[in-house]
């Protein structure tokens, strides 16, 4: 069955603090692989694709990085306005499949 | 640049009332999609469309009804509201296949049906 599960469900983190988030994914024919960033009252916000292992994309203090069975996004030295949800996304062969995860939700305190 | 927009943002329901809820976008994308989100669970695709006059069956159809008569509105329907449709509903936006190509949300319309 295709899935996509992400942890942790939520991360608190000191100003300053480095962390990874997870995204575990299950998929038939993987191809693409989707991190968003939602605010609360808001919509999901696209932050980076990833499409083949090994792959890796930088912005800022985020970096998505692309494995077979697995995606991170490592946040170096977070700063409070990086607090939100932090959204997979993995999209599969054959009739417009597209999972996502829960979402880990993320506060960087100050 | 106004994007994904949706309209209303905000609508209480009585069960059994119907409603439209409305989606444009101005960035000339084939593809349009509808999703429901609710808490502990990920967006879920309720219907979607692959250009003008075409819809089709996402996830979790049941309930709603889709229509897209102009390339820039995608519009949905619920006929016959019920508490189990109270949900955050986003519509999004692509320029083709969604399992390539980068999604574009809107705000969100808040529909709680009583």
């Known amino acids: 069955e295709d899935q996509v599960t992400q942890s942790p469900e939520a991360l608190r983190l000191q100003e300053g603090e480095s962390s990874s988030l997870n995204c575990s994914y299950t998929?038939?024919?993987?191809?693409?692989l989707f991190w968003y960033r939602q605010d609360p009252g808001k919509g999901p916000e696209f932050l980076f694709t990833?499409?083949?292992a090994g792959e890796e994309k930088e912005k800022e203090r985020l970096k998505a990085t692309l494995t077979k069975k697995e995606s991170f996004l490592h946040i170096t030295a977070p700063k409070p306005e990086d607090s939100a949800t932090y959204l997979c996304?993995?999209?599969?062969?054959?009739?417009?499949?597209?999972?996502f995860g829960t979402g880990t939700r993320l506060k960087v305190l100050a | 640049n106004a994007g994904v927009t949706q309209t209303p943002k905000f609508r209480v329901l009585k069960t059994g009332q119907s409603m439209t809820l409305l989606c444009a976008q101005d960035?000339?994308?084939?593809?349009m999609y509808w999703y429901r989100q609710d808490p502990g669970m990920g967006l879920r695709l309720i219907h979607y469309?692959?250009?003008?006059?075409?819809?089709a069956k996402g996830e979790v159809p049941d309930g709603y009804n889709v229509s897209r008569l102009k390339k820039q509105n995608f519009l949905l329907g619920l006929e016959s509201a019920a508490p189990s449709q109270t949900s955050v509903y986003f519509c999004?936006?692509?320029?083709?296949?969604?399992?390539?190509?980068?999604?574009?949300f809107g705000a969100g319309t808040r529909l709680s049906v009583l």
């Open positions: 469309s692959v250009g003008e006059g075409t819809t």
């Open positions: 999004a936006s692509s320029w083709g296949d969604f399992g390539v190509d980068i999604q574009y």
């Open positions: 990833l499409y083949s």
């Open positions: 960035m000339n994308h084939e593809y």
């Open positions: 996304a993995v999209g599969g062969s054959g009739t417009y499949k597209y999972i």
């Open positions: 998929v038939s024919g993987l191809r693409g």
